[in-house]
């Protein structure tokens, strides 16, 4: 056999698929409702910031930075609620997916008001998902 023929070779068994298993797309430890909170921290802070100021264009990129967190915040959430969590989740969690759409709503919500009141009550949303995830750890 040539050279070249054996590098083929070696290039075909180390390129070869191989089978993973887990019960969500990459091992434990990727997903974690850590993110969609900080997120949404950044949102209350923002509203904050915006409502204690006076300035007109302070407003604008605030607002602007309001509307991108929101999103992120959604994006986290959908990330979680579709990749990590499963059907034997929803069984056990019964209020799973009520808690994924209200939390998501809320985020929509933040998007269109500076009221701190509906950032807190997004936070204590992501709380009650958080309690639910790491739960299902167990």
């Known amino acids: 056999?040539?050279?070249?023929?054996?590098?083929?070779?070696?290039?075909?068994?180390?390129s070869a698929p191989t089978a993973a298993h887990a019960h969500c797309d990459l091992p434990c430890g990727v997903y974690d409702p850590a993110q969609a909170r900080i997120e949404a921290?950044?949102?209350k802070a923002t509203m904050e910031k915006s409502n204690a100021s006076d300035d007109e264009s302070f407003k604008v990129?605030?607002?602007i930075i309001k509307e991108e967190r929101?999103?992120?915040?959604?994006?986290?959430?959908?990330?979680?609620w579709t990749d990590y969590f499963k059907p034997e989740h929803a069984e056990r969690f019964p209020d799973l997916h009520s808690m994924f759409w209200k939390a998501t709503k809320?985020?929509?919500e933040c998007k269109k008001t500076n009221d701190v009141g509906v950032a807190d009550r997004l936070?204590?949303?992501i709380?009650?998902?958080?309690?639910?995830?790491?739960?299902?750890?167990?």
């Open 1 to 14: 056999m040539r050279i070249a023929d054996h590098l083929l070779a070696l290039i075909d068994r180390v």
């Open 41 to 43: 921290e950044s949102v």
């Open 61 to 63: 990129r605030a607002a």
């Open 70 to 80: 929101s999103e992120l915040v959604k994006h986290h959430l959908w990330v979680l």
């Open 106 to 108: 809320t985020a929509g």
């Open 123 to 125: 936070l204590a949303e």
């Open 127 to 138: 709380a009650a998902i958080d309690a639910m995830f790491w739960e299902s750890k167990k």
